[in-house]
Every structure is written in C-alpha cells, then in structure tokens.
C-alpha cells in the first residue's frame, strides 16, 4: 500500500465491510508532551509556543482510513484517507460502494464460482504488479482453504 498503482478489480470480489484505520501521529505528540513539561518547568512561553505547534502538526499528520479487502484472501485492495474530503462526503461516497459490491456480489452465481473468480483476479492483480508473487501464494491458499 506504499505505491500508488493502476489496477481493474472486480468489486465483486471485495469485502462489503472495510476496516477503518486511525493513523496517529504519535512522535509528534510525544514532542508536544515533552515540550509542555520543559514549558512548564522553565516557565517558558517559547516553549509552550513550540508545544502548541507540535500539536497542530500531530492533528495534520493524523488520519483514518478506509481499507476494502478482497473477500476471501484478505488482501488490502482499496483505500480511501479520509483527509481531503470530509467526513460526510467521504461516508456518502463509502455507502454508495458498499451498495455496489453487494450488488456484485449478488450477480455471482455461487460461493465455488466466487472463489474461483477472486483466485482470478489476484492472479491477474499479480500479473499487473497489484500484489507480489509472495502474497498471492498466500492469498491463494487462503482461497483454497475455504474452497475445499
């Protein structure tokens, strides 16, 4: 999830259900903590100025995301930070994905046919560059485990 890819995937194959994570940017609030102590302690308003800008950079450097997985092999395929948008648009905007794959998901035929069609398309995620070779062994034993 560190590069930035060009990938189709069938939303089918994704989890209706994402995962939200809180990435907190916590070195930074341990600088605004030990800034506030030294304020304190020196009685310094530079100090406590310092402090009160660390704590601004930690709220920036914050953020939650959302992770959509595939359905079976549990691999991160979409993420959406929640930073530029807001909150509401960004929910809006969820709401009406989540209705889309579980209207994909409706279209598939059957859970064997599911499986096979997401061990598909990892596959061709490999092909692509999507995912590396080590992770779709990985996946693709996952999808087996649940085939048989």
Not at 75 to 97: E, H, I, K, W
Not at 135 to 144: A, E, F, P, S, T
């Amino acid at each position: 999830m560190q590069n930035d890819r060009n990938y189709t995937i069938d939303i089918g194959i994704l989890d209706p259900q994402p995962k939200r994570l809180l990435k907190i940017g916590w070195s930074y609030l341990l600088i605004f903590g030990a800034l506030c102590g030294a304020a304190w302690f020196f009685a310094s308003n530079i100090l406590a100025a310092c402090a009160g800008l660390s704590l601004i950079v930690a709220i920036y450097r914050s953020h939650d995301r959302l992770v959509f997985y595939s359905q079976y092999g549990r691999v991160p395929l979409v993420v959406l930070f929640n930073r530029s948008p807001d909150r509401m648009t960004l929910g809006s905007f969820t709401d009406a994905l989540v209705q889309h794959i579980n209207d994909a998901r409706t279209r598939c035929p059957g859970a064997n046919e599911s499986l096979r069609e997401e061990l598909k398309a990892h596959r061709r995620l490999m092909e692509e560059g999507g995912i590396s070779s080590k992770r779709y062994d990985i996946v693709k034993q996952r999808i087996l485990s649940r085939h048989s």
